[in-house]
Each structure stands twice: as structure tokens, then as C-alpha cells.
Nanobody, 121 residues
Framework: VQLQASGGGLVQPGGSLRLSCAASGFTLDYYAIGWVRQAPGKERERVSCIASSSFGNTEYADSVKGRFTISRDNAKNTVYLQMNSLEPDDTAIYYC??????????????WGQGTQVTVSS
């Protein structure tokens, strides 16, 4: 099982980024995948989750609702996080994670390497 996050970078406030989470070793379509972020000195925060295709639901933290969109491309075995209207408070390392469940779990047990997102003018 391997998850690889990519797509981070430096962006100005109000800008956009799209993060990708590529999975290997399992078929992503059958499982829920989450995005979690951690900023220096702050608690880890669950950002978003997309359940398996059979469940179909998505979840978002209140802090990102209306700005972030999670989606999946089963053909590419990849989950995306489209981030719009970025704010300095969105600065963090973003990780994709999963726990082998088809629904969005309360805890993630498998984590990929993170990707740094920095929002600054």
C-alpha cells in the first residue's frame, strides 16, 4: 500500500492549487481516501474525505467548505483536492491517508508522504 501526494507549492492568497494522491498496491475505487493537513504549531486537521464509489459521499472541514473540492479518477487510481480561494491559514503540509474502509473513517492508519502548501503574498 502506497499513497503519494503531489501538487503543492507557493501560491498567493486567493489563488488555487490542485493536489493529487496517487495510490498503488490497492484499487482506490473501493476505499475512502482522506486529506489531512498539519501546520507548524497546530493540531492535525482533517480537511476532506471521499468515500468509495459505492458509498459516494464526501466530507469537508468547515474551514474549507465552499472552497475545496475532493474528487477521484478511478482510471488513474488517483484522488484530487482542488483548492480555490486559498488563504494564509491554509498553509500546511497536506497528507492523503486511508484506513482500508469504504466509508470515511474516524481515524486513518496509512499515510502518504505529504506535500507542502504555502499561501503567501
Amino acid at each position: 500500500v502506497q499513497l503519494q501526494a503531489s501538487g503543492g507549492g507557493l501560491v498567493q492568497p486567493g489563488g488555487s492549487l490542485r493536489l493529487s494522491c496517487a495510490a498503488s498496491g490497492f484499487t482506490l475505487d473501493y476505499y475512502a481516501i482522506g486529506w489531512v493537513r498539519q501546520a507548524p504549531g497546530k493540531e492535525r486537521e482533517r480537511v476532506s474525505c471521499i468515500a468509495s464509489s459505492s458509498f459516494g459521499n464526501t466530507e469537508y472541514a468547515d474551514s474549507v467548505k465552499g472552497r475545496f473540492t475532493i474528487s477521484r479518477d478511478n482510471a488513474k487510481n488517483t484522488v484530487y483536492l482542488q483548492m480555490n480561494s486559498l488563504e494564509p491559514d491554509d498553509t500546511a503540509i497536506y497528507y492523503c491517508a486511508y484506513s482500508g474502509t469504504s466509508y470515511c473513517p474516524p481515524t486513518y492508519y496509512y499515510w502518504g508522504q505529504g506535500t507542502q502548501v504555502t499561501v503567501s503574498s
